[in-house]
């Protein structure tokens, strides 16, 4: 009877005992109004959680190129295929036992930390079942990337800013990505207030705005660089503090 109930409890717990299924996950960053973020501008730092538990499953970083411009740039319907074997991914194996609901946490551009941004997707995972189809998990990163430089002359000071998508892609005129749909502004802030706004004309392919802007020495000061896409909305800023 002995014998009959501990080959019973031990069926059972063979029955209940959950083994870690290896699941594909291949994830692709998406620049809003561009292409995909990769080697660049330095990839995106990808992280996958359990979202009850918080455990890590899965970190590394997006790497490849920036993708096919006619694919991304041209695509239509309401979920085109966007991936080609050369654009950047984060490819991964993920060991899970059951149903997951996974969070996925994007942070990027890694080569334009000034302009690096997060983002946050959830979607269920189901052991052995590959999210590797059409895009993978694809997340849109949003955000300009702003590399800004400033030089005083007196009271003026004459700031320069490099602008360019999350993924690199430049502005140029009449390009892919027209220079005259980018406003860019300099203000001048100390306080908490704001001193003084000029904006930053297009100087130079590709993305260079620059311009003059007068900042008092006499106070501490810091300049805001902002940029739009007048047709998208995408924007993007960047700080030059203590100047």
């Known amino acids: 009877m002995k014998i009959g109930l501990f080959v019973s409890a031990f069926g059972m717990a063979v029955a209940?005992?959950?083994?870690a299924e290896p699941t594909r996950v291949v994830v692709r960053v998406l620049s809003q109004d561009g292409k995909f973020v990769g080697d660049h501008t330095g990839g995106a730092r990808i992280t996958l959680r359990d979202a009850k538990s918080g455990k890590t499953l899965a970190q590394g970083i997006t790497k490849g190129g920036t993708g096919?411009?006619?694919?991304?740039?041209?695509?239509?319907?309401?979920?085109?295929?966007?991936?080609?074997?050369?654009?950047?991914?984060?490819?991964?194996?993920?060991?899970?036992?059951?149903?997951?609901l996974v969070d996925l946490e994007v942070a990027g551009p890694l080569g334009r930390l000034g302009s690096l941004l997060q983002v946050k997707s959830q979607r269920w995972m189901v052991p052995g079942q590959a999210i590797d189809i059409g895009n993978g998990w694809m997340v849109e990163l949003p955000g300009l990337a702003i590399t800004p430089t400033a030089m005083r002359s007196g009271s003026?000071?004459?700031?320069?800013?490099?602008?360019?998508?999350?993924?690199?892609?430049?502005?140029?005129?009449?390009?892919?990505?027209?220079?005259?749909?980018?406003?860019?502004?300099?203000?001048?802030?100390?306080?908490?207030?704001?001193?003084?706004?000029?904006?930053?004309?297009?100087?130079?392919?590709?993305?260079?705005?620059?311009?003059?802007?007068?900042?008092?020495?006499?106070?501490?000061?810091?300049?805001?660089?902002?940029?739009?896409?007048?047709?998208?909305?995408?924007?993007?800023?960047?700080?030059?503090?203590?100047?």
């Open 16 to 19: 209940t005992t959950a083994y």
């Open 68 to 100: 096919n411009t006619d694919r991304i740039m041209r695509a239509t319907g309401r979920s085109p295929l966007l991936q080609t074997d050369d654009a950047a991914t984060f490819d991964t194996i993920v060991d899970i036992a059951e149903p997951t």
């Open 156 to 243: 003026a000071v004459v700031v320069q800013a490099k602008v360019e998508l999350m993924c690199g892609c430049p502005i140029t005129p009449g390009g892919e990505w027209d220079a005259s749909e980018y406003v860019v502004t300099a203000s001048v802030w100390s306080a908490g207030k704001k001193l003084v706004t000029t904006s930053l004309p297009f100087k130079e392919s590709p993305g260079v705005f620059a311009g003059s802007i007068d900042v008092p020495s006499s106070i501490p000061t810091q300049i805001y660089i902002s940029a739009i896409n007048t047709r998208t909305g995408n924007s993007g800023l960047a700080i030059i503090p203590n100047f």
